[in-house]
């Protein structure tokens, strides 16, 4: 799994979001560091759609502006956590490794 | 099938605040996605950027653009066919891609699938052609008429025939038959009226094209400098006589062939006359529909007479002898005062806004009441509730059948 993919599950898990909120949330959780366009957000999505992660909740129109939001189903639920402890396992084995080296070590 | 299958995509929803100009620049951009993408996901799409760009922009930023465009071609390269079903389909037209009817469907709905659809066959050009090349001929591409080819191709189809061969092909790649499964993006054939153009509005038509052939050949009759004659060729050949150019024109006997034509059509006038003016002619028609003419039926009307009345004027200018023109003008003198006779009726008759052209055609010529229309059918996509379903025999009284396991 991707990073990117990785956050807009993550932004998923929290509650159901259209477009512009997974946007933001993916901005929040990654400190401002993945800024996802159009294209890529909709690459995503259609992907997990199609992997059955993720379905279309419902819809509203906001200030003339067609909003579809998208929540995640169980298996994207299972897979978003599941990554998040492969995440953790490797951070745990990250911090040993750096631990073992002494110029490292405050890491 | 009255129209182009597929109905012009609707206007988009302009988000408020958002400039025309940027929701422009995104439908621009966003032809990158396949047209089934855009149908579904453009006005989300419009939300989105209109979110995410600045305010007042009045189009959309080169990173959000690119954005759009690497996204859109790679969706159109997840979701392509895979290449051998697709290689059948392009080449020789079989229904292998009955598990990417949505991508079949952009594919018809195309610009250029005219042009794509003939390709498919053309492509066996290309071996001819290089064995003409090796053999010292020239590339039959170097040539104009290959391209002329090509432009009518791709004009011919949605100009003229109304989009034939796109329906033709929702008919053999889109379309449930019998006994299959319906499936997301299949289209069914489902029970319609039958339309006729009422006979009001036809009349006019279907006089003026007689009367119009008639003056021709009269003034061809008037002034063609010459005719054609017979010649006798030599001895036992069969038939023992030819048609050459150049004989003198025996301009009354041809005027006088014409006036006997006319007088015939009088008298079947009369008859016309006669028959509808019966009472009774109207029969309840549950499965019609009446409509005007129509921009093409006019059009193919006016080619028609025009193509007809070539022959005679051709003959007046003296282009061509004097000839076939006198059969096509016995032909006119014998229509027209009917169809002007049973225009000039119709018009003041009361409840002649029920009949259809067909309904006074056999009144007037037959003799007999109109015809009660049986049921047609139009092709049109299945909606929601039909797919999974076996399609059953068209317009089954009992509706689709279920699903069979």
């Known amino acids: 799994m991707t990073e990117q993919a990785y956050l807009v599950l993550l932004s998923l898990a929290e509650r159901p979001r259209h477009g512009y909120g997974i946007v933001q949330a993916v901005l929040e959780l990654s400190d401002d560091a993945v800024r996802l366009g159009a294209g890529t957000l909709y690459g995503l999505l259609d992907r997990m759609v199609a992997a059955g992660m993720v379905e279309p909740d419902r819809e509203e129109i906001v200030d003339g502006r067609l909003r579809r939001y998208y929540c995640l189903t169980e298996h994207g639920s299972a897979a978003v956590v599941a990554e998040t402890a492969r995440l953790q396992a490797l951070a745990r084995r990250a911090r040993r490794v750096l631990r073992a080296d002494p110029a490292l070590g405050s890491a | ?405």
């Open chain 2, 1 to 405: 099938m009255v129209a182009a299958p597929f109905p012009a995509a609707r206007p988009p929803v302009v988000p408020d605040g958002v400039a025309p100009a940027f929701v422009r620049s995104v439908q621009f951009w966003s032809r990158a996605y396949p047209r089934r993408w855009r149908a579904a996901r453009g006005d989300e799409l419009i939300g989105l950027l209109a979110d995410l760009a600045a305010p007042g922009a009045r189009r959309l930023d080169v990173r959000s653009a690119l954005d759009l465009v690497r996204g859109g071609w790679a969706t159109r390269l997840r979701e392509r066919p895979p290449l051998g079903p697709w290689l059948l389909y392009r080449l020789f037209g079989t229904r292998s891609l009955r598990d990417h009817l949505g991508w079949v469907a952009d594919d018809i709905a195309g610009a250029l699938f005219p042009l794509r659809h003939v390709m498919g066959t053309a492509l066996f050009i290309i071996p001819i052609n290089v064995t003409h090349v090796w053999a010292g001929g020239i590339s039959y591409f170097s040539t104009w008429s290959f391209w002329i080819f090509v432009v009518i191709a791709l004009s011919l189809d949605s100009q003229l025939l109304d989009g034939y061969r796109r329906w033709r092909a929702i008919e053999t790649y889109l379309l449930a038959r019998t006994g299959e499964r319906v499936t997301a993006g299949s289209w069914v054939r489902v029970r319609a009226p039958r339309r006729r153009v009422t006979a009001r509005a036809a009349l006019p038509w279907a006089a003026a094209a007689p009367v119009g052939l008639l003056v021709a050949c009269v003034a061809a009759a008037a002034r063609a400098p010459r005719a054609v004659r017979f010649e006798a060729t030599e001895p036992g050949a069969w038939p023992g006589f030819g048609l050459v150019d150049g004989g003198a024109v025996p301009r009354g006997a041809v005027l006088a062939v014409l006036v006997l034509a006319v007088a015939a059509g009088v008298v079947l006038a009369s008859m016309v006359r006669t028959r509808l003016r019966r009472p009774g002619l109207s029969v309840d028609q549950p499965d019609r529909e009446l409509e005007r003419v129509g921009v093409r039926r006019a059009t193919f009307v006016v080619l028609d007479v025009a193509l007809l009345a070539a022959l005679p004027i051709a003959e007046a200018l003296g282009a061509v002898p004097l000839g076939l023109g006198l059969w096509l003008g016995i032909a006119a003198g014998v229509l027209a005062p009917p169809a002007v006779v049973a225009w000039l009726v119709v018009r003041q008759l009361p409840g002649a806004g029920e009949l259809a052209f067909v309904d006074v055609r056999r009144i007037g010529l037959v003799g007999r009441a109109p015809r009660v229309d049986g049921p047609s059918s139009v092709l049109t996509p299945a909606q929601p509730s039909e797919v999974g379903a076996v399609w059953p025999w068209p317009w089954s009284a009992k509706g689709q059948t279920p699903a069979l396991g």
